[in-house]
Structure formats: structure tokens, C-alpha cells
């Protein structure tokens, strides 16, 4: 396979960037104003808090980058180089100056094939080079439309280049899908059982709904099945323990290797997102603090209150199976430990409630801006309805292989990422060769002839 090098400027319609004057904001629209901040994991992430703007100046705006599906956009301020692939039909946003925005001459260059050129760890290495700015780096849209890029000399190399990587990162979303799925389901069934108080009753009927007997608890203000009793959180917890951050290299007695899970990392426990905890060392009288199955990590300090501190997650036997190192966490999170194991996800899920909604929280402020979290007060005021175990042990069973699966799909995607990651440099300098069947119309690996 040969490769011909060209200006994206050569291969595109139109490279420009986003808006670079003043607009008009509207809380209350429908149109927002997004930046190189919402580019994230290749894919272009926005919510309602998010910039609303007026309708006249996304008009304005869009006259000019004329924005559409499939077009590049990739981020030029701060962090360079992200990008990701427009896929919205009805767009209702647009970008400020920090994105560029390549619409590519799709008989020349195929969206997907830049967006994983872009990736390759030379060309992030020059995008970053070809960067100036004292305060912040900046790629200009001039160098942008400048930037060299190898494509086939075969341009149905490039699709099938393009189509290799781009069915890997599909298998990832549908398997990103699935765990959402799956904990939505999670999230309805604590709903049902702790919250309306609808969880099977000794015929199978949800319980309240079928007249079983409610009691007024003085304490926590609020009728609760009868037989059920009221304690504070911390009568749920055998011990808690603060992390440790250790070193960056072995040094001294600091030489057990262990991945650790900071509070940025919680998500990825959660089933959300591949594995991306640092790998530290701690010292030897502190294997301790070695997470066990079913132990609980909350984030103590962090940014923002509605944002960080406070998250809370959990590892299971599955978790384990992602990480090369044993897990601890980090000098800013906590691990706690239940007096009954079989607890968790009711631990888990009443807490993540009360966290959602904002209401469970003190806080004392530092000089530094560090928000912290007073866990020992938190959890001996915070006042909750204790079912029977017999529940609890039936709700563990219920979540555990809904757990399980949402485990084993983060693996997979792990594994697909690595694949991923490691055919990247070599289908693009054509180490190895993509071979489509056109009778089966399906792509196999061939190690042995180094084609795919």
C-alpha cells in the first residue's frame, strides 16, 4: 500500500473555527454555544448547563461555519487536538473560537480517516508543536489548513481503514449503551423497593400498592413498612479509612505496586468509562488500605460540591479483572467497609440518591478553594429506614449479575480500545493491510500475512 501526503486544506471544502465576537445569550433557548471543553472521548458531550444563546446569533454564527453532519471539529485552545465526528442531523449548536471546524471533500478525504489520523500519537506531538501561546496554546486555523496528512494512494483503502476502526469504537458505544441500560434498570428497582416501598412482598406482590401496613416514623418524618426500623448510615459501616497516594516510582519501602482510584476515576468503577487509574507505589505497612470485593469508595475532597465531592462507588469481584495492580484509593477518597457485605447496593444507591439531589451534604471550606467533606458527622445525622435483612440479602442477589454485567462489558471495551489503539499506527502507515471479502462481505485478522 502507498501513501500520498497532501494539505488538509487541500482535501477539504472549508477549514475555519468558531466564533470569535460577542453574542447574545438566552437562558431560556434552545440553541447553545459550545467549546473545546465539550469535545470529549471523541464525541461532542453538551447538557443544560451548557451556553444558551439567542437564536440571531446562532443564525450568525452558522452562516459562516456552516456546520453539518459529518464535518471534524477538533479543539485548537487549552488541550489540542481532540476531536470528534458531527453526527446530529437537527443541529442545534455551534462553537466558539477554541474548535476548529474541517468540512472535508468527502471524494478526497473521509471524515472518519482524519479523525483517526488525528490520534496518532506523531500527529498529536505536532499539533502541539505547531501550538504557540505563553498562557494558553493555541492552534491557528492558518497552520491547521497547513497541517501535512498521509492518505492511500487507493481510496478504497481509506474507507476500509476508516471502517476497521470505526466498527471497534461502535462495538464500544453499544457495549456504553448497554451499561446505562442496565443501570437505569438498577436505579428503577431501588426506586420501587426502598423508595415507594413497592419491593415483593410474601405473595409477590409489590407491597405497598397491595395495602401492606405503613408506620409513621417520628424520626424520619415519614410512614415506612411496619416491622422496619430507622438508624443513621453509619450504623450500616464496619470502618472507613482514608487513601493513600504513595509514589510515583518504587522508592525505599514504598514498593507495592497498586492502581489507584482517584475521585475522577469513580465513573469508571461505575460502569462508564475503560480503566484509566494511575499506577503508584505504596509503602509496604500500608497494604491495609488495599481495596477488598465490596468495598465502598467515596470522594472526600474535591472541586465543585454538586460536581465531585461526595461521588460514591464500589468494587466487586469483576472490578478487579481490569486492572493489572491491586486498588486502593486516593489521599482524597475514602474506602468504607459494611458491617454486613451483602448491603452494598443499597448502601450504594441510597446514597447516590440523597447525593442526585443535592441534600445530604456539610462542607468546610479551605483557603486552597478544596471543598471537603465531613464524613463522620455526614453519615452519624444522616437518618435512614432500615429494611429487614432478608430484603437487603434478596436485593444483592437481584443487582449482582446486572453488576457483573456492566464489569465484563468495561472489559471488553478495554480490550477493543487496546486493539484499537494498537492497529491505529499501523494502518495508517501500512504495517497492515486491510483485506475485505467480497463474497462473505465480512473483514477477518491474518496475523500471519499481517492483514485484517
Aim: hydrophobic residues 30%; charged residues 30%; glycine residues 6%.
Amino acid at each position: 500500500m502507498k501513501f500520498d501526503r497532501f494539505k488538509i486544506g487541500d482535501l477539504a471544502d472549508n477549514v475555519t473555527d468558531g466564533e470569535h465576537g460577542s453574542v447574545i445569550d438566552d437562558a431560556n433557548g434552545k440553541y447553545y454555544l459550545l467549546s473545546n471543553k465539550n469535545i470529549k472521548n471523541s464525541k461532542i458531550s453538551y447538557d443544560e448547563s451548557d451556553r444558551k444563546i439567542a437564536k440571531v446569533s446562532f443564525e450568525k454564527i452558522n452562516k459562516r461555519t456552516k456546520l453539518e453532519k459529518n464535518d471534524v471539529v477538533i479543539s485548537t485552545v487549552g488541550s489540542i487536538g481532540r476531536t470528534a465526528i458531527i453526527k446530529d442531523e437537527d443541529i442545534k449548536y455551534d462553537f466558539q473560537r477554541s474548535v476548529g471546524i474541517i468540512k472535508t471533500d468527502k471524494s478526497k478525504l473521509l471524515p472518519e480517516y482524519l479523525h483517526y489520523y488525528f490520534q496518532l500519537p506523531y500527529v498529536q506531538k505536532r499539533l502541539n508543536y505547531l501550538s504557540s501561546g505563553a498562557v494558553q496554546k493555541c492552534l491557528f486555523i492558518s497552520d491547521l489548513r497547513n497541517i501535512e496528512i498521509d492518505i492511500p494512494d487507493r481510496f478504497e483503502y481509506q474507507k476500509q481503514i476508516a471502517k476497521v476502526l470505526s466498527d471497534l469504537d461502535a462495538k464500544i458505544e453499544v457495549n456504553n449503551k448497554i451499561n446505562k441500560e442496565l443501570e437505569a434498570l438498577a436505579k428503577t428497582i431501588y426506586d420501587y423497593w426502598f423508595v415507594q416501598f413497592d419491593f415483593p412482598d410474601e405473595n409477590g406482590k409489590p407491597y405497598k400498592s397491595s395495602g401492606g401496613k405503613m408506620v409513621y416514623n417520628e424520626e424520619l418524618k415519614r410512614e415506612i413498612p411496619e416491622g422496619w426500623e430507622q438508624s443513621t448510615i453509619a450504623d450500616w459501616i464496619e470502618n472507613h479509612a482514608n487513601g493513600d497516594w504513595g509514589k510515583s516510582e518504587p522508592e525505599g519501602k514504598y514498593t507495592v505496586e497498586v492502581n489507584c482510584i482517584r475521585g475522577a476515576d469513580l465513573p469508571s468503577l461505575d460502569g462508564f468509562k475503560s480503566n484509566q487509574s494511575p499506577t503508584r507505589y505504596i509503602h509496604e505497612n500500608k497494604t491495609h488500605k488495599i481495596l477488598k470485593s465490596d468495598d465502598l469508595i467515596v470522594e472526600i475532597s474535591g472541586g465543585s460540591p454538586t460536581q465531585s465531592t461526595g461521588r460514591i462507588s464500589f468494587v466487586t469481584e469483576e472490578t478487579f479483572k481490569r486492572y493489572e495492580a491491586p486498588l486502593i484509593c486516593a489521599n482524597f477518597c475514602k474506602t468504607v467497609r459494611l458491617k454486613n457485605p451483602k448491603n452494598l447496593y443499597n448502601f450504594y444507591y441510597t446514597w447516590k440518591e440523597a447525593f442526585d439531589q443535592g441534600n445530604m451534604f456539610n462542607y468546610e471550606g479551605k483557603t486552597s478553594g478544596i471543598r471537603n467533606l465531613l464524613f463522620s458527622s455526614l453519615v452519624e445525622s444522616f437518618k435512614v429506614p432500615v429494611p429487614d435483612r432478608k430484603l437487603v440479602d434478596e436485593f444483592y442477589e437481584f443487582m449482582k449479575p446486572i453488576q457483573k454485567q456492566k464489569q465484563q462489558n468495561l472489559l471488553e471495551n478495554q480490550k477493543l480500545a487496546e486493539l484499537r489503539d494498537w492497529l491505529l499506527p499501523m494502518l495508517m502507515n501500512g504495517q497492515v493491510r486491510v483485506a475485505q471479502s467480497l463474497e462473505e462481505g465480512n473483514i477477518g485478522a491474518t496475523k500471519e500475512n499481517n492483514t485484517i
